[in-house]
């Protein structure tokens, strides 16, 4: 699985990392944020690509698992 | 700052009471009135914030263009203004003069005499004016004066935050030609809806910054103690600040205006989130939002059309019910 650490950025710089790594177009991505911005916008680019999210919160830290 | 943040943070610092003071911060008005006759009362007010755009000239008329416009949303005549302006060290000469000067420019297209200022040097650049305007004292437009039975006119397309963000993400996401119009709505002076509104007997008014619409009606109907119903298919938004929201480029202040006004909104079944996210996108230098009794709508939206205001009626005005705004479709 294809993770990705975008901690201590902040929008919109979270989403353009998701959107770079899903032109691979692999089947599972794992992404870690760290603010609630960058939860919602990335939740909402992920879907409306057709995958889905589940969020879980760990130490602070926002952690997206997105799967087709 | 958010809304919640700065109310929080000011709840102790109550207003002394004079009785020429027409208008404090009270009830959240974008500027104070100070009544100096029984003809004229003077408008004081600032807004400063660092560069949204590229080009300094431009961003100095935005800029500008934003600051003047608490005046016009308070019913008055903008006249004076200083710059308030901080100065990052790799400016160039050409970089600092190009501000000053689309301030300028924006402040003669005005009618405003900018007759200083401060300058400071700072990390990041920020540019602003501090703008005195009149008015009468009995023509003041409050943000939280809306009648039931008012209809609300809105007089600039949302979404400018959203695009703005998605622009900086990828230039490639937003076209040449769109950003430019984007910037040149921000530039635009709302003088000119202004001018048209002050014809009419206008209940309420208030410009859409920060706060977005959202935001910015939750003042309106709170203060008024009032309700406003949105018909939502009927708000101008650039269709492509929803596809930027549906991507993800939804500016943080949006979320902080949405946590802000959260349990207030009655929510409207089957709106897509992207049209909501633009009703809570921060807008730099928006448009004014206009009460006034539905019978005279019509009318005013006519002639801000011909004048070339990108305006429409938005929804309307019902005496308070369970939440302050309601969604339709």
Redesign the interface.
């Known amino acids: 699985m294809n993770t990705l650490d975008a901690r201590g950025l902040s929008c919109p710089e979270p989403v353009v990392m998701i959107r770079k790594a899903m032109q691979s177009k692999e089947n599972a991505y794992r992404i870690v944020v760290d603010n609630t911005t960058a939860t919602e916008n990335i939740s909402r680019f992920v879907k409306n690509q057709g995958y889905n999210v589940v969020v879980t919160q760990e130490n602070g830290d926002y952690v997206l698992d997105i799967t087709k | 700052m958010g809304a919640g943040t700065l109310s929080e943070m000011l709840k102790d610092m109550k207003t002394p009471y004079d009785p020429l003071l027409l208008v404090g911060y009270d009830t959240a008005d974008d500027a104070s009135v100070y009544k100096i006759t029984d003809d004229v009362a003077v408008i004081n007010t600032t807004d400063f914030f660092p560069p949204i755009v590229d080009d300094p000239y431009l961003f100095g008329q935005i800029a500008a263009a934003n600051s003047i416009s608490d005046v016009y949303a308070m019913g008055g005549t903008p006249k004076l203004a200083l710059n308030v302006m901080a100065v990052a060290k790799e400016m160039s000469k050409e970089d600092i003069r190009g501000v000053l000067a689309g301030g300028y420019d924006k402040a003669m297209e005005a009618g405003v005499i900018i007759t200083g200022g401060h300058t400071i040097n700072c990390k990041e650049p920020l540019y602003g004016l501090a703008v005195t305007g009149f008015v009468h004292p009995d023509k003041i437009l409050s943000n939280s004066a809306a009648k039931p039975g008012d209809a609300l006119i809105l007089t600039k397309r949302l979404g400018t935050g959203i695009l703005t ?2 622009r ?3 230039e490639t996401l937003v076209s040449d030609r769109l950003i430019q119009t984007v910037y040149r709505q921000m530039a635009t002076l709302n003088k000119y809806a202004a001018e048209i509104m002050l014809k009419y007997p206008v209940s309420s008014c208030t410009d859409i910054t920060g706060f977005g619409l959202m935001g910015h009606c939750y003042e309106m109907a709170d203060g008024s103690h009032t309700s406003i119903h949105i018909k939502s298919s009927k708000v101008p938004v650039y269709k492509e600040a929803l596809e930027m ?8 202040g949006a ?1 902080n205006n949405r946590r802000h006004t959260d349990g207030h909104i009655c929510p409207c079944e089957g709106m897509p ?2 049209l909501e996210d633009v009703f809570y996108d921060p807008q730099t230098s928006g448009g004014l939002l206009i009460a006034l009794p539905k019978e005279h709508a019509n009318k005013c939206l006519a002639e801000m059309i011909a004048a070339g205001v990108d305006a429409a009626v938005i929804g309307y005005v019902t005496e308070g019910m369970d939440y302050h705004i309601y969604l339709e479709k």
Do not use: H, I, R, S
């Open positions: 963000t998605a900086k993400a990828d929201a549906d991507m993800g480029f939804v500016p943080e979320y989130l992207a």
